[in-house]
């Protein structure tokens, strides 16, 4: 027992030498004496309710969500009402779904500053300013750079008014002020990464004008409810002029049927370009050309008291880039080119932003771009003098499984 008891506390006193030698300081490593880094906790950045938005919007719409919330989502029409259960379409929608981010946060800012117009907007309040309030509610909420295309405006807001149905946005200079009586047509656009959102409403004040707007208004969400996969674009036109030509208006004293303005239209939207390839008519125009599954569609109606058809007038605001590529001559017309190309690429623009940005005496460089194809001129478009317009648009994606409405809030 004493020889067992002798070697175990041997033992014990060489296990107790060995702890000491490898006895590890405090905040060291045990393989190569580095002090350890102490894991920080990192907090997440707590998101804002709503509600906290400022007015006007100078909250960046990423500090409310990461996820952005879906729109109205519809189910297509009996032919494809099997979508909404199918098993691939589903999974289809799922995978488009999670590339829907960008597209339905330039809807968020679409909404937050407009829903900001609408209480802001009144008569006696310039156009310039009515413009300039949404367009910078727009770069805050989306925080967008000068000489970065990658996300802001999509166009310049259009304040078109009465017999002038799109395209408006005041020049420098430019003093006119929204009147009691006026009929106006606030369209802007956003757009992240090229993913757009075109959506417009229409402002009055005068309840003489009540059922021009109730027309365009309910035309479009025919058109919404019309639109699908496989459907022919023709039948949506159809569908919309229906409506429209149910409603007239009386105005001192005269009763004016509504008519849709047949040389306007909606259009399909694709990355970074406002008008691609289809156009939808608001009219039946017999265009057999069907809608396709993926697309997204700016659902765009237009409702006139006059002709229901427009022409070119007033001077020209809106331009935009085209993708050609000719050699210019005038050294003015290219370093023009040059801000064009960093700040909208094909997205349009007006020269009230290229005043912002700092240029002066451009006018006939921007002429000399326009005449050799390099930037398109789009003049305002009006019908006959002493008409009323109207109109209302919304974005929407013709998904696999239903159709989202990606622009619609809570005002329309």
Not at 190 to 207: C, E, L, M, R, Y
Not at 289 to 314: P, Q, R, W
Request: with cysteine.
């Amino acid at each position: 027992m004493p020889e067992n008891t002798e070697k175990i506390e041997e033992k014990v006193e060489n296990i107790a030498l060995e702890d000491k030698a490898v006895q590890i300081p405090e905040n060291v490593s045990n393989e190569d004496g580095k002090k350890k880094k102490k894991k920080k906790n990192k907090k997440k950045s707590k998101k804002l309710d709503i509600s906290e938005q400022t007015e006007p919007p100078t909250i960046p719409v990423s500090r409310f969500y990461s996820k952005f919330p879906e729109g109205k989502l519809m189910d297509y029409g009996e032919d494809n009402l099997w979508r909404t259960t199918n098993e691939e379409k589903r999974q289809l929608d799922r995978i488009m779904n999670d590339n829907l981010n960008d597209l339905r946060k330039a809807a968020e800012v679409h909404r937050q500053a407009r829903y900001y117009a609408h209480k802001f907007i009144k008569p006696g309040l310039k156009m310039v300013e009515i413009c300039e309030n949404i367009e910078n509610s727009v770069r805050s909420l989306l925080e967008a750079k000068d000489n970065d295309y990658t996300s802001g405006l999509a166009f310049p807001c259009g304040c078109s008014l009465n017999n002038c149905a799109a395209h408006y946005t005041p020049n420098a200079g430019d003093d006119t002020v929204l009147q009691y009586d006026d009929v106006c047509k606030i369209d802007f656009g956003t757009q992240i990464n090229g993913h757009i959102i075109d959506s417009a409403f229409t402002v009055h004040f005068n309840p003489t004008y009540d059922n021009l707007i109730k027309a365009v208004k309910e035309s479009t969400y025919t058109g919404i409810k019309e639109a699908g996969i496989d459907v022919r674009l023709t039948d949506v036109g159809e569908a919309i002029q229906e409506v429209m030509e149910s409603y007239e208006v009386e105005i001192n004293g005269k009763t004016y049927p509504v008519k849709p303005i047949r040389n306007l239209c909606g259009h399909n939207l694709d990355q970074y370009k406002i008008h691609s390839t289809k156009s939808v008519p608001i009219v039946k125009n017999g265009d057999n050309t069907k809608m396709e599954e993926g697309e997204h569609f700016a659902i765009e109606v237009f409702g006139s008291t006059g002709k229901g058809y427009v022409n070119d007038d007033l001077e020209c605001s809106h331009y935009i880039r085209n993708n050609n590529h000719v050699s210019l001559r005038s050294a003015k017309a290219k370093s023009l080119l040059n801000t064009i190309n960093k700040n909208f690429n094909t997205m349009a623009f007006c020269r009230r932003y290229l005043d912002r940005l700092g240029e002066t005496k451009y006018i006939m460089a921007l002429n000399n771009l326009v005449e050799n194809g390099l930037v398109e001129a789009c003049p305002p478009l009006c019908d006959i003098h002493g008409s009323y317009t109207a109109q209302f648009e919304h974005t929407i994606v013709l998904r696999p499984s239903c159709k989202e409405v990606v622009s619609f809030g809570e005002d329309y």
